[in-house]
DNA sequence: CTATTAAGCGGACAATTGTCCGCTTAGATT
DNA sequence: AATCTAAGCGGACAATTGTCCGCTTAATAG
């Protein structure tokens, strides 16, 4: 008896919520679009919806993975090609390249981090693959940095966890709605942040 | 013509409302008791509560108003008989102290931080007094760190901000929930991270 | 080709949050 | 004391999210 795959009825219905969920989501906005808008468009049941996607920051997550396989793809290849410089830069590249990621997805990366429901036991968003393979590079990042010795001593792990709750979307939506800032100076700012803090540069 | 004050039944229903909500929160969890319960509890109608409070969020950003009272005035104070120590060492015990009245009020702070229902505009935690209270004293405890030059120049008003993301309810319950630490093991692993990268003290 | 069965389907339902609006009443005015 | 009016009241309603369960069907076994 084989493992029973997924049915093509139900792999049809995957394509087309994801279809359905992204064509509203850019024309109305992820905000305003609701589940069962999304049903309906794609001419399903709220059940057949649920079943696959158990909220709309399950259908964001799995909408923002194209994006993310880019990013890291792009992120995997510079590291290659610039493992010879130093990793103060390479830390910097990295955060710079985060940065833009996230103001260009931001609503996506919102309705993650702060679903229209939420319950205590469900902080998801440091779990989402994103954050994890940020911090993961992070930490390896620093790590390598405490080790060569340019920067003084420090917890890499806790460091990298630091920065993701740091670098995050809600930060972003804060420093844009009351300070009007541009992403571009969003990014600065963070940059100038880190690069004192961590590496005490000017 | 006077202005009209706030009718006494009016002041009544608000008494009786956070009566009633603070005791349900405590005895049934912040997170499992519904509006509804709560003007049901209190024997009113749902658009009076929310007449005084247009969300949990709301309530419980009152309900904190007792803590948080106490929690300036004993740093206040503190801040004054301290004025002569080290900034550093004040810094971290603003710090510290934040930490533990998180700690303790984690469930209050999560509501009010991750409410219920949530919307792209309404990032308000970093608006709600408390705050905005750490926000103001930490860039004015840096702004005297730079100025005496007891750390390295930075932006005093960004870090501040910084700090403010990096030490939030949800970073905590992520660290409880996911790595069972415990309230103290939070609290030194993030004055170690400020010690060190803020201090460069080891 | 037929039978079997588990995965899939979908809309009715329950639970919440938050709004609305006609009725009531406290309290200032005269 | 009588009047007036804006603030207050409260429950019905709308909008969402998320669950449930009897019916259907794709895919496998024989």
Same mark, same amino acid.
Request: a negative charge.
């Given at each position: 008896? +084989?493992?029973?795959?997924?049915?093509?009825? @139900?792999?049809?219905?995957?394509?087309?919520?994801? +279809? /359905?969920?992204?064509?509203? !989501?850019? /024309?109305?906005?992820?905000?305003?679009?609701?589940?069962?808008?999304?049903?309906?468009?794609?001419?399903?049941?709220?059940?057949?919806?649920?079943?696959?996607?158990?909220?709309?920051?399950?259908?964001? /997550?799995?909408?923002?993975?194209?994006? !993310?396989?880019? !990013? /890291?793809?792009?992120?995997?290849?510079?590291?290659?090609? @610039?493992?010879?410089?130093?990793?103060?830069?390479?830390?910097?590249?990295?955060?710079?390249?985060?940065?833009?990621?996230?103001?260009?997805?931001? %609503?996506?990366?919102?309705?993650?981090? @702060?679903?229209?429901?939420?319950?205590?036991?469900?902080?998801?968003?440091?779990?989402?693959?994103?954050?994890?393979?940020?911090? =993961?590079?992070?930490?390896?990042?620093? %790590?390598?940095?405490?080790?060569?010795?340019?920067?003084?001593?420090?917890?890499?792990?806790?460091? =990298?966890?630091?920065?993701?709750?740091?670098?995050?979307?809600?930060?972003?939506?804060?420093?844009?709605?009351?300070?009007?800032?541009?992403?571009? %100076?969003?990014?600065?700012? !963070?940059?100038?942040?880190?690069?004192?803090?961590?590496? =005490?540069?000017?």
């Amino acid at each position: 008896m +084989q493992q029973r795959n997924e049915r093509r009825d @139900a792999a049809e219905h995957r394509q087309l919520i994801l +279809q /359905t969920a992204s064509q509203l !989501f850019v /024309t109305h906005g992820v905000e305003s679009v609701s589940m069962h808008q999304i049903a309906k468009s794609a001419g399903i049941g709220q059940g057949t919806l649920y079943r696959r996607y158990s909220s709309k920051a399950d259908l964001c /997550t799995e909408l923002l993975q194209d994006s !993310f396989r880019r !990013f /890291t793809e792009e992120l995997d290849s510079y590291l290659m090609t @610039a493992a010879h410089l130093p990793v103060q830069e390479r830390l910097l590249e990295l955060m710079s390249r985060w940065i833009d990621l996230s103001v260009e997805k931001l %609503q996506w990366f919102h309705v993650i981090k @702060a679903p229209t429901f939420c319950s205590v036991d469900e902080v998801k968003y440091y779990n989402i693959p994103p954050c994890l393979y940020l911090k =993961a590079v992070l930490e390896r990042l620093l %790590q390598e940095a405490v080790d060569s010795a340019e920067i003084r001593p420090l917890n890499a792990e806790f460091t =990298a966890f630091n920065i993701v709750t740091g670098i995050n979307p809600e930060a972003f939506i804060h420093l844009i709605q009351e300070r009007n800032y541009s992403g571009d %100076q969003i990014k600065k700012h !963070f940059l100038d942040h880190y690069r004192r803090t961590l590496f =005490a540069g000017d």
